[in-house]
């Protein structure tokens, strides 16, 4: 079974701060995904980053970040000097390699102030 | 078109009546997959089509939810004699086949409220 926590439930910074949203996953799968989804208040699910597990090399992409460590079942994610259009619910969620199910996290709701 | 879509974006049923929900997947996209989100929760799985095939069904919460994609595209996600606690927004996603299958992208979904 797989299980993901986001132990964050809000965060509320002001603009041009940074913003680290924390992860733990429990899987039993050797092979597996890991994902960031953005919600806005829109409501789509927009796609952020994905990671396997075989790759823990840390990355930036533009202004986000992502911190991969297998050996803390952890995928922590970074927003670099944030803006107000980052306002959003954010989500972790896990895949097994061949299981093509997402579990989410119950997610962390951002909220960036000018 | 460009993104999944799901029609309608809003439903409000008296309990006992029946819905359906609809999702346009990506064009090409093989496999299709519904999601329950709850207030303040994360989605839930619920179903998975690879093409007109449904594969896992093991999310679906009762009997009363039915899903169908008949011809490998248009997917209706249908729900019989609602109840309250089927009030939850209903989400459509789809994936391709290529190396980013594990990436699903994500309608705007349906928001059903039972009363």
């Known amino acids: 079974a797989q299980k993901v926590t986001q132990a964050q439930t809000e965060i509320s910074v002001v603009e041009k701060e940074d913003v680290t949203l924390d992860c733990v996953y429990e899987?039993?799968?050797?092979?597996?995904?890991l994902f960031w989804y953005k919600q806005p208040p829109s409501g789509e699910l927009v796609f952020l980053i994905r990671r396997n597990s075989f790759d823990e090399q840390n990355e930036i992409s533009g202004r986000y970040s992502w911190n991969f460590q297998k050996s803390t079942s952890s995928f922590n994610f970074t927003i670099t000097a944030s803006q107000v259009v980052d306002s959003a619910v954010y989500f972790c969620?896990?895949?097994?390699?061949?299981?093509?199910?997402?579990?989410f996290g119950a997610g962390t709701t951002v909220t960036v102030r000018a | 078109g460009a993104g999944v879509s799901q029609s309608p974006r809003y439903k409000v049923a008296k309990r006992g009546q029946d819905v359906a929900l609809r999702c346009d997947p990506i064009s090409g996209h093989v496999s299709l997959f519904w999601y329950q989100q709850a207030l303040g929760q994360g989605p839930e799985f619920l179903t998975y089509f690879q093409n007109e095939a449904q594969l896992d069904k093991s999310g679906l919460p009762s009997d009363r939810f039915f899903a169908e994609r008949p011809e490998g595209s248009v997917s209706t996600l249908k729900i019989q004699r609602t109840q309250q606690e089927d009030s939850a927004v209903y989400l459509c996603a789809s994936s391709s086949e290529d190396s980013l299958k594990n990436i699903q992208y994500f309608g705007a979904g349906t928001r059903l409220s039972v009363l």
């Open positions: 969620a896990l895949s097994g390699a061949g299981d093509y199910k997402l579990s």
């Open positions: 899987t039993r799968d050797t092979t597996y995904y």
